[in-house]
């Protein structure tokens, strides 16, 4: 029996080798990283393209097109990467580990189609790569990098995720790569050298797995290399994409090649985004300063307001960075408007121990457009005498439906109607967090709003409109089907503070 275990694990020290050594992703950075960052900068100080057999960029080519200048103990390697949105850009995850290298820092390239000279140029440190990313076998190769905001201009512009696609395999499809990769097997990269492209021709993952036959998963998208034109060493988290709706959407991020070279007619392979898009969109709801992400409710104000709890942004124990605002959607990780923004102010005597002034104005960086799906609501001005107990009212959010369960990532927008109470009924329950500033919902019946309901709204109709009374700030600790009352910042109390800030 120890025998065969001793053949067993050989055989499969033997495979992961074979499969890591043949590829061009594991030990990336040492294999052809490090070489290439070299002879990119020799060639810019020097002074056609990199993409095999494709074609040199112009400037506002590629507006989302990112390069990576990576940092490694001493070395520097070279990646490519795709921009989502000002604050966020998608990579690959070897770029960042490739089973042997731990980068430190990236440098993140913007609006140049030179990798070393021009552009905006964004360091940081903050990259967060698929937890079930596999080095040896090249699965989940996915990385979020998290950088300061930066400008958005004729160069410089986030593309398009392929929600809505998910039932899309692509093939047949002519899709665009871009990158700073080499030209050509064997040579180096030649002076006045530019970011280039080449259009190729989606294949089948059946006929991919020729190639690649155990590294081919539903998680990865396919090009063809034939006529000796593909991605080669360089582009890797570079962006593949297709023209949809006259609009550049992606879908498939640099991944692998052959080690045998990148114009011998072999695949090139991608991660399909369209397995990732919960994975992505989740990292760009609610991120928090150690990097982990929330997500909360809001209700819209005005075309660059929303409001929300204070306890969103700072609950006594994490503090947010970011906000990823969505509107006009019924799913919180797909659709809609979206906007970032680290912009938002908590009330100046929110206290996160007694939960007292639980609300905060979320300033949005551009102008919503209002629509049939997006639409302000009305402030309860005129209507701080009325407690609004024994009136029925409607909370609405993304939370989780029932105890004990997780949001999952389809996870659509409800609502349900409840009755206010009084405070002096919500006191029973919650004698110490409950003042003249909360407006609590009953329980009976085991409905009320759940976790990740958070700053989300609780309004009333009143003359022939739906008025705000509340911003959902706590529920009872025993569970949202405990019977028990859910309590919001009741918003008449805050009238003049959220007028001060619209």
Known sequence: MKVLVG?????????????SEDLTAFNYHEKIGFAKAASILAAEQSISTRIVGGSAAKPGDFKYQAGL???????????????LSATRVLTAAHCWFDGRNQAQAF??????????TGGQRVHTTDVQTHE???????????AIARISAVTLDDNVQPIALPVGLTDNNFVGYKAVASGFGRTKDGAGIEPTQFLSYAWL??????????????????????ISGVNATSTCNGDSGGPLAVEIDNKRVLIGITSFGSAQGCENDSPAAFARITSFLPWIQAGLVITLTDGRTSACGGSLLSNTRVLTAAHCWFDGGNQARSFQVVLGSIRLFSGGTRIDTSNVEMHGSWNPFSTRNDIAMVRLGRSVSYNNNIRNIALPVGLASQSFAGQSAIASGFGAIRDNVGIPNDQVLSHVRLNVISNAECRRFYP????????????????????????????????????????????????CQANEPAAFSRVTSYVSWIQARL
Do not use: K, M
């Open 201 to 222: 021709e989606v294949i089948t993952n059946d006929v991919c797995r020729r190639s690649f036959p155990i590294n081919v998963f539903s998680s990865t998208i396919c």
């Open 69 to 83: 200048v990576i940092s490694i103990g001493q070395a520097r390697s070279v990646c490519g990467g795709v921009l």
């Open 7 to 19: 053949i067993l694990l050989l055989a499969a020290v033997a495979a992961a080798r074979l499969v």
């Open 132 to 142: 079930n990313w596999n080095p040896i076998f090249v699965r989940n190769d996915v």
């Open 107 to 116: 440098e993140v390239v913007l609006g140049s189609t030179l990798l070393f």
């Open 432 to 479: 110490n967090y409950v003042f003249d500033s909360t407006v609590c919902t009953s329980g009976a019946g085991a409905v009320g709003t759940c976790g990740g309901d958070s700053g989300g709204p609780l309004a009333v109709d009143h003359n022939n409109q739906r008025v705000l009374i509340g911003v959902t700030s706590f529920g009872s600790g025993y569970g």
